[in-house]
């Protein structure tokens, strides 16, 4: 194994050959990202310290195969260091958990195609990171509907599209985006193209100024792409988006607000704590706050774990299109993102007026502004009235459908 280093305070930068265990290397980014969350927040600046000294540890490419460069890492351990990042930056566990969704994609619907596969190579080499354009127009957060289409243009590929929203878009190496396979196909009939920096323009639609995740910059955009046919993926989207897509970034989203979560309990442990020690033992009137937020964020880890577990099982069954998983991985964004909600507020609550302050080593200002995002991030509302829907027509004999 080599290590080498730029200048004192630098994240170590590792080589191929690294030994050094992936929840090592998250803990050493969590605390580059832990040092400069305050002023990510504070200015809504990317977190470019925090993303350099993840590619400087090559968690770029974790899960990647080791056949194609990557650390081949499970999903599992992908979680946990989304859930590290996110104890200390929440900003920086989010765009992590979307490009590693978006590499999922690559990985589990691009093997076997040239392009992706030396694309794949490309990333772990040089550590790039992808970012995500799935929403566009006026359809918001819904990701089986597209509006622009792949158009050809001799032997290039053309893609001009309107995006609600790229997180960090303009600090992307690349840009994976849904849309329409033709002109003259449905909003529904969709693919997967990646488009690397060299491949695109973009044009800035709308800003970014919101309460909390202020550091992935979800800028809207113009996306003005050309490239080659095989920059599309073979798979149809709807394939993807069922198998990988769906069930990827609930887990590892859910892992993100569970490190969130996290943050907030510890720093309502650590008020009860002093609290006590200043009062002679007497536990503070926050106590029981504290014991239900340590409660919760027991059982929202466990939720992902099972959502992990049901992942592993889908697959091997070759289940992962069928009702049930899709209403059980579906729900689990629904239900994480509800419950990190209510830890963070009963940890807020535990420190009382020192966890409401924005000042103090007691705060939980900036864990709950940004686990605010997390049932609004692609709604609820949306998500549970779409698989209402869904349940609807699947109990409904075909001859009625109509």
């Known amino acids: 194994m080599t290590i080498q280093t730029t200048r004192p305070g630098d994240a170590p930068v590792l080589d191929r050959a690294t030994s050094i265990e992936p929840g090592l290397r998250a803990l050493i980014v969590a605390g580059i990202a832990a040092a400069h969350a305050e ?9 470019a310290e925090a993303i350099e ?10 899960t990647v195969p080791v056949a194609l460069g990557g650390e081949g890492a499970s999903l599992a351990t992908a979680a946990d260091v989304c859930y590290a990042l996110g104890r200390a930056c929440a900003s920086t566990a989010m765009i992590y958990a979307m490009h590693l969704t978006k590499v999922a994609c690559i990985v589990g619907h691009g093997i076997g195609q040239t392009w992706q596969e030396a694309l794949l190579e490309r990333l772990c080499r040089e550590q790039l990171l992808l970012a995500s354009s799935t929403t566009e127009g006026q359809g918001g957060g819904n990701l089986r509907s597209s509006a622009a289409a792949i158009e050809r243009d001799g032997e290039a590929i053309i893609l001009d599209r309107a995006a609600t929203v790229i997180s960090y878009g303009a600090e992307a190496d690349g840009v994976v985006t849904t849309a329409r396979r033709a002109p003259d196909a449905a909003a529904s009939d969709q693919v997967l193209a990646v488009f690397l920096k060299e491949d695109y323009a973009l ?4 800003g970014w100024e919101t309460l909390g995740m202020r550091g992935t910059r979800s800028f809207g955009f113009r996306l003005r792409a050309r490239g080659r046919p095989e920059q599309v993926l073979a798979v149809a989207y709807p394939t993807i988006h069922a198998e990988t897509m769906t069930p990827v970034s609930h887990i590892l989203w859910s892992s993100a607000w569970a490190g969130i979560a996290a943050g907030a309990v510890e720093r309502a442990q650590a008020f009860v704590r002093q609290a006590a020690r200043g009062a002679g033992g007497q536990m503070p009137p926050g106590d029981a706050q504290y014991g239900k937020a340590a409660s919760s964020l027991r059982t929202l880890r466990g939720m992902i774990a099972q959502g992990l577990d049901r992942y592993a099982a889908a697959g091997e069954a070759r289940a992962l299109g069928s009702l049930d998983f899709q209403t059980a991985i579906t729900m689990l964004k629904v239900e994480t993102s509800e419950l990190a909600l209510a830890t963070v507020s009963s940890a807020m609550r535990a420190c009382g007026l020192a966890g409401y302050r924005q000042d103090g080593p007691f705060s939980i200002g900036r864990a709950l502004r940004d686990i605010l995002s997390a049932p609004i991030m692609i709604h609820n509302d949306r998500i549970t009235a779409n698989l209402a829907g869904t349940s609807l027509l699947a109990t409904v004999p075909a001859s009625l459908r109509d």
Do not use: H, T
């Open 203 to 206: 044009e800035r639609l709308s």
């Open 53 to 62: 000294a993840a590619k400087a540890q090559r968690l770029m490419g974790l």
């Open 39 to 47: 002023a990510v927040d504070r200015d809504g600046r990317f977190p």
